[in-house]
Nanobody, 125 residues
Framework: QVQLVESGGGLVQTGGSLRLSCASS????????MAWFRQASGREREFVAT????????SYADSVKGRSTISRDNTKNTVYLQMNSLKPDDTAVYYC??????????????????WGQGTQVTVSA
């Protein structure tokens, strides 16, 4: 069964950093675009960042631009989200998602077909 597994979340203070990882169990996404989304309690899911299949192109939500970096290592079938200068508003469950092969830079969750179960990020004030 296809599964993406996020890790690296936790509790940090304002201004701290985390690196989230997303890996596949028995599944390859090396030719697929990938993205990170997040959902805070009681809020709608929102786009965070996306990366092309080879890592050559990235795009970020304004809320995290300049503080976050999405990257991938296709030899390890893993995608990362480095988050710096964290704020309480970054508190959410973070999900990685696999897009369709011909997808380019979509920020819509409808264009991603495989999802992980999420990892909790909590930033204390």
């Amino acid at each position: 069964q296809v599964q993406l597994v996020e890790s690296g979340g936790g509790l940090v203070q304002t201004g701290g950093s985390l690196r989230l990882s997303c890996a596949s169990s028995g599944h390859t996404f090396s030719t697929k675009p990938m993205a990170w989304f997040r959902q805070a309690s009681g809020r709608e899911r929102e786009f965070v960042a996306t990366i092309s299949w080879n890592g050559a192109w990235t795009s970020y939500a304004d809320s995290v631009k300049g503080r976050s970096t999405i990257s991938r290592d296709n030899t390890k079938n893993t995608v990362y989200l480095q988050m710096n200068s964290l704020k309480p508003d970054d508190t959410a469950v973070y999900y990685c998602a696999e897009g369709y092969e011909n997808l380019v830079g979509s920020r819509s969750s409808n264009h991603y077909g495989v999802w992980g179960q999420g990892t909790q990020v909590t930033v204390s004030a």
